[in-house]
């Protein structure tokens, strides 16, 4: 069996790796080159955990093969901070408790910045459909929507 | 240890506050390492096998074929394992099946190899002969007295003879005389209620990676609740000495009970006795909801008797729970909590401990409770309402107070029931309008809460900042609330604390992180090791001083002289005593391991809306308020989180959760494609209320708050459901069909 | 003499009492008593209680004292999540 | 297995001329999931993502082409098909979580062939056709006919679907589609329901093509509910025979998700839910 031979863009960095054909891009994340920020939940694109974005959309990782990645751009949660400066929404979740056992936390923050990214003043209500993909278990979601909420106001002042 | 009772009401510095976690930046940046994220140099994959039947003989296993494949490193069976002690047998089988599978994706054998592949491959290899014998899940089927049997020699003393092998034991509480006590009521209702077994559905998947030597010296890295739990099953099982094996907690991604016990670990540990190796395992989703602990499925009769106006008579309730393929189903402490908000003369609840073929249950949240309580708060709800009375007051003419006999035999000492229930009836949400096809539904919950054996240590280093080390893994926020307990105590900036959770070579025994204990009990012995720390301090100061210890007292992050006679000296600060720690006698510490005992009981009033659509049964949770009892809130917005962490399990648990079992005995929904927990946008804001009735038993006041938050919604939202459609819901969960069906049937 | 009271399937085994009376003065020697003086309780002893001592639940401590008015309850072992 | 990522229609055709145990790879949120969970064993798995045209929304004959690796975002982006077929770009919008409309396609729910794909309705209401490539050459094939029963298809070997037609949409016509879930997202619709329709300027039903999901082996064209509501402004009376009429036509199974007499029930519901919402759209009166 060979190995395909993949050259890609991660978190801005000009990446090469190899990888079997059936492996998801979620285990090349994982296994290949040590991100392990991106969480496997479910392997079935159920729960979220795995969200990164790739040509800015977002997408679940484990849905999606590790040879697909060729000549793409991918984010992951390791490249959300800007060196030792937090994202506004890592801030946010920080301060407003968003999160508990923090599982969830890698691949809700992927998918908010890419909700704010593309609008900025997003409802309650365009929140939680946006996050439906991404489960948590602990916070019954209440803190994490507030947080979302909070920072997209924050960063519409600071624009 | 002594308990302190007073009950001075205390100015706090930090607790109270909302500080930022201490593991916040690793959590939102993706460097904190969970079970799965861990690596070793050489490591192999483990794989397990699982029976596709949900009961077989196993005649024989034949391996060979996996062990040839080249790149399979080691293949193990129960075999392996040989015997082992009677407390651990249980958990052992559940981990490796022995002469039967027991359930639809019990553990049959394991494999370790080189890569994923070859592991799936080997598993295939394996031939399994097995028998396949009837099965039998549903609690009620498997009490008949033809259902077929799981056990032999299983039936508990307390069993009358001639009832079904998987009828385990039975237990009864209460006082008072039922059937006098029903004879005074107006209306007596009757009903039957029926919960499905759910899943603590933590988004974590068991994990663990494993070392073991042929000297018997093992590592483990593991995502558990308790990774002394671990150390010592695991020794257990594989005749280790405790000492010689050391478990590190990974971080840790949800467990709400579900990881409080074993399924990979001693199998990964013989894996990788027997390759050399250090084996990772991480378990599917499917695995997770196939061959981890889900809770009970229950059964639940119910009488009831209130005068018309409003007191309760009598309350009886028999429990029927079935707690997977072995003994250990929750029906004690759900047949003891689920009166337990009320001052009741007379009160009865039986409950049957029964086993079926599904995976062996495991604790989540309130074990017991949440199911009792949706039977029990259901029935008082719809006899309240059957008098026109306003459900509220009639759980406050009848609920427990300071000096009430409980239902479960003891007296309560300083409880928050009353001050829930008036908090709700004062909160604008009780009186806020509602639409066409809503409804509102209230219930009452409580919970124990425990303590158990804990550890802490707490270092001061030369440059005066502070190092406490636990052995709890921190599941919720916990670091922040001992952080801000250590620094409370020693008068310093929170800052200068940092809380590590340390492995089980670095601290006595520690309990699992369960019942609600940690804030309460870590709390506990962590403002005991500072104040043994502090001690020492003043100690180093009175020789600084060249008077006497006695006349040294610690206040404000300083020590300083107290009394007339103690001579005037400036303070001298935790920094400053810490920078001359050497030349005074060496490193400062203070350590305490305690059995942590006093842990105050918590009751909480959910009020939930809802809308029903008549014409599909689907229920919307508009809003929602929590009103719980916290003793004292160490973090704010982690009990908060608690609270409605707690109630959204509890929505899924009434409206969408359950585990399916077809015909076949094998599970139908092993995904969260079909087990369906709520989503993000299924849910309005949880509203939450503290309230603080100071646990007499904790220098703070402090109560346990994690689990008490699941065990009203059930019946708070049944209540409502049953207000917005007419139709009293008996069944769990209240999916659409079930829903509709009762609306077209009326009932 | 230290009442304590047993939940109701343990009444059978103890002759149908549901209070029962032992000489104890701490947890220890209090679950020495019961098992000693009612042997059809030690099935469910050795699988572990928890006791209420005035409202509050001990699980192993065997040196709490009890005093002679204490209200002692048996309880099953709770286990939490 | 091998993984091949052709960049024309040509070389993918050739990719996938003979060679047994072959998937197309699109989004990939179905084939991902078999794969993970052994159901398939391909050989080979064929991406057409990098196929120039596949991932186009291009007008033709009034109408639009959606080339076979358009997802369900980029639908939802596209204003012209929003304007044209609402009730068709609600239905791949409902296709999973926001992470999975980031790849899922109209052709790749259709042959999953699953009866519950939330697309097949819509599309199918709105008389939709695939164009099919494969070794033989090119052929158009109505999307009703594509599912065959739960997990087959028309294809032949080597064939895939290269791009899904919508017609042109016709004055005073639209169409919506709605599904029934337990919870708000994230689930397998229990019964789905597309009604496309036309009016007349009396405002009667001129035309009507209703179709349900998830209630059948494939997905269900009503041609006695059309025929219920023709000729009729869309009243109590009409809405009610047109619930009756889909209700009869559901032959649904009991399973895990829903129940023989809740799907009946519900198809009726959604059919008359959506029908009014088609007809508001038909009238200009949203969105």
């Not at chain 1, 496997?40 to 955990?49: F, K, L, P």
């Not at chain 2, 009769?301 to 729970?321: N, Q």
């Not at chain 2, 009792?372 to 509220?392: K, Q, V, W």
Request: proline share 5%; with cysteine.
């Amino acid at each position: 069996m060979s190995r395909i031979h993949v050259t890609t863009k991660i978190n801005g960095d000009e990446t090469e790796f190899l990888c079997d054909a059936e492996a998801t891009l979620l285990d090349v994340l994982r296994d290949e080159l040590g991100l392990t920020g991106t969480k496997e939940g479910c392997g079935t694109g159920d729960c979220g955990a795995c969200s990164v974005t790739v040509d800015g959309r977002l997408v679940c990782s484990c849905l999606m093969l590790g040879a697909e990645a060729e000549g793409r751009q991918i984010t992951t949660i390791e490249g959300m901070a800007e060196g030792e400066v937090l994202h506004p929404l890592q801030k946010k979740f920080i301060e407003m408790a968003a999160l508990q056992c923090g599982i969830c936390t890698p691949g809700i923050l992927v998918a908010a910045k890419s909700l704010l990214e593309r609008n900025p003043d997003p409802s309650e209500v365009e929140v939680r459909y946006w996050l439906a993909g991404n489960l948590c278990r602990c916070t019954g979601y209440d803190k994490i929507i507030r947080a979302v909420m909070d920072t997209a106001a924050d960063m519409r002042r600071a624009s | 240890m002594a308990l302190d009772d007073s009950r001075k009401t205390r100015q706090f510095r930090i607790v109270g506050t909302r500080p930022d976690r201490p593991d916040g930046i690793d959590k939102v940046t993706g460097r904190a390492r969970f079970g799965a994220d861990m690596v070793a140099p050489g490591m192999l994959t483990g794989r397990i096998l699982r029976s596709p039947h949900a009961h077989a003989r196993i005649r024989r296993i034949d391996t060979s074929k996996a062990e040839a494949l080249a790149g399979v490193k080691a293949v193990v069976t129960r075999a392996d394992f040989g015997d082992v002690p009677d407390h651990v047998a249980d958990i052992m089988e559940n981990c490796l099946a022995g002469e039967k599978a027991l359930y639809d994706g019990h553990a049959v054998a394991a494999v370790a190899a080189i890569s994923p592949a070859v592991a799936r491959q080997a598993l295939r290899l394996i031939e399994v002969d097995y028998e396949v014998l009837p099965h039998v899940t549903d609690v009620d089927e498997a009490m008949k007295p033809d259902a077929p049997v799981l056990h032999e020699g299983r039936q508990q003393e307390t069993v009358p003879a001639g009832m079904s092998g998987n009828v385990i034991s039975r237990v009864e509480f209460g006082h008072g005389d039922i059937e006098a006590g029903l004879a005074k009521a107006d209306r007596v209702v009757e009903r039957t209620y029926r919960t499905a077994a759910v899943h603590q559905g933590y988004i974590e998947p068991h994990a663990c990676l494993a070392t073991m030597t042929a000297d018997g010296q093992g590592d483990l890295w593991v995502c558990t609740q308790g990774h002394y739990m671990v150390r010592n099953t695991c020794a257990a099982i594989l005749g280790l000495d405790q000492g010689q094996l050391r478990v590190t907690a990974s971080e840790i991604g949800g467990g709400f009970g579900g990881k409080t016990t074993l399924f990979l670990e001693p199998v990964a540990l013989m894996l990788s006795k027997k390759s050399g190796r250090p084996i990772k395992m991480v378990m599917s989703r499917s695995e997770v909801f196939r061959a981890s602990g889900p809770t009970a499925s229950s059964s639940i009769d119910v009488r009831i008797g209130m005068t018309r106006e409003g007191r309760i008579t009598a309350g009886f309730a028999e429990l029927r729970f079935q707690g997977g393929a072995w003994p250990g189903a929750p029906v004690g402490v759900g047949a003891m909590s689920g009166f337990a908000s009320y001052d009741l003369e007379n009160v009865k609840t039986v409950g049957w401990d029964v086993v079926t073929n599904r995976p062996k249950a495991a604790a989540y949240r309130a074990p017991g409770a949440p199911m009792a309580t949706f039977a029990i708060e259901s029935a008082i709800d719809e006899l309240a309402r059957g008098f026109g009375l306003d459900p509220l007051e009639v759980r406050l003419m009848n609920g427990a107070d300071e000096g009430t006999k409980s239902s479960y035999g003891p007296t309560y000492p300083a409880i928050g029931l009353k001050a829930t229930l008036e908090a709700a009836k004062a909160h604008p949400h009780w009186t806020a309008p509602l639409g066409k096809n809503q409804g509102r539904g209230v219930a009452c919950g409580f919970w124990f809460n425990f303590g158990g054996d804990t550890s802490v240590s707490l270092s001061i280093s030369p440059d005066g900042t502070v190092t406490l080390t636990e052995g709890n893994p921190d599941i919720g926020g916990s670091r922040a609330a001992m952080t801000m307990i250590a620094a409370e105590e020693l008068g310093i900036p929170y800052d200068q604390v940092r809380t590590v959770v340390a492995d089980t070579g670095s601290l006595g025994q520690n309990e699992v992180t369960h019942g609600s204990r940690v804030t309460f009990s870590v709390g506990l012995a962590t403002i005991k090791a500072a104040e043994a720390a502090k001690k020492e301090m003043c100690r180093r100061a009175a020789m600084v001083w060249g008077i006497d210890e006695d006349a040294v007292e610690w206040e404000d992050g300083a020590a300083r002289p107290a009394g007339p006679n103690a001579g005037k000296f400036p303070p001298m600060t935790l920094k400053e005593i810490a920078a001359i720690a050497s030349k005074t006698g060496g490193p400062i510490a203070g350590h305490h391991e305690v059995m942590a005992e006093g842990a105050g009981v918590s009751f909480a009033t959910h009020m939930v809306d809802v809308e029903v659509d008549p014409e599909t049964g689907a229920t919307k949770i508009l809003r929602y308020t929590v009103f719980q009892d916290a003793g004292k809130a160490v973090h704010p917005s982690y009990v908060e989180g608690q609270f409605q962490g707690g109630a959204v399990q509890g929505i899924g648990w009434a409206l969408n959760e359950e585990y399916i079992y077809g015909k076949d005995g094998l599970l139908q929904n092993a995904g969260f494609l079909d087990y369906r927990i709520p989503v993000a946008s299924d849910l309005p804001m949880i509203d939450t209320v503290i309230l603080e009735i100071p646990n007499p038993g904790h220098p703070y006041g402090v109560r346990g708050v994690g689990e008490t938050s699941i065990v009203p919604p059930l019946a708070a939202i049944a209540n409502a459901v049953s207000a917005a459609t007419g139709v009293r819901m008996t069944q769990l969960p209240m999916s659409p069909p079930r829903v509709l069906a009762a609306i077209q049937t009326g009932g | 003499m230290v009442k304590v009271l047993l939940w109701g399937s343990l009444a059978d085994l103890v002759g149908g009492e549901r209070e029962v009376a032992v000489e104890a003065a701490t947890l220890r020697e209090l679950l020495d008593r019961l098992g000693e003086q009612f042997p059809g309780l030690r099935p469910e002893l050795e699988r572990g209680v928890s006791v209420s001592i005035d409202g509050r639940i001990y699980n192993d401590s065997w040196f709490t004292p009890i005093g002679p008015e204490s209200e002692v309850v048996l309880l099953k072992r709770l286990q939490g999540g | 297995m091998r993984f091949e990522s052709p960049r024309s229609v040509e070389e993918a055709v050739t990719a996938l001329a003979g060679q047994t145990g072959a998937h197309v790879l699109a989004g990939g949120t179905d084939l991902l999931v078999r794969l993970r969970a052994e159901m398939v064993e391909p050989e080979l798995v064929v991406d057409i993502k990098r196929i120039p045209g596949l991932r186009e929304i291009v007008a033709e004959d009034g109408g639009w082409r959606i080339g076979a690796a358009v997802s369900g975002a980029e639908l939802g982006e596209h204003e012209g098909l929003r304007r044209d077929w609402p009730g068709v770009v609600e239905a791949a919008e409902l296709i999973g979580s926001t992470q999975v409309q980031g790849r899922a396609t109209l052709a790749g729910n259709l042959c999953n062939a699953s009866p519950a794909a939330d697309s097949v309705p819509a599309m199918v209401a709105a008389g939709a056709v695939a164009r099919i490539v494969g070794p033989q050459g090119t052929r158009d094939l109505p999307v009703i006919d594509v599912p065959q029963g739960p997990g087959k298809t028309a294809l032949e070997r080597g064939e895939f679907i290269a791009s899904i037609l919508l017609p042109a949409r016709g004055s005073r016509s639209s169409d919506a589609y709605l599904r029934f879930i337990p919870r708000t997202e994230m689930d397998i619709a229990v019964v789905g329901c597309g009604v496309s329709l036309s009016l007349d300027e009396e405002g009667r039903v001129s035309a009507a093509r209703v179709v349900l999901g998830a209630v059948g082996p494939k997905v269900m064209l009503v041609e006695a509910a059309a025929e219920a509501i023709k000729r009729r402004v869309l009243d109590e009376a009409a809405l009610n025979d047109l619930a009756a009429a889909c209700s009869r036509a559901a032959t649904p199974i009991d399973d895990k998700r829903g129940t023989v007499d809740f799907r009946r029930h519900v198809a009726g519901v959604l059919a008359r839910r959506a029908a009014v919402i088609a007809e508001a759209r038909a009238k200009g009166e949203q969105a």
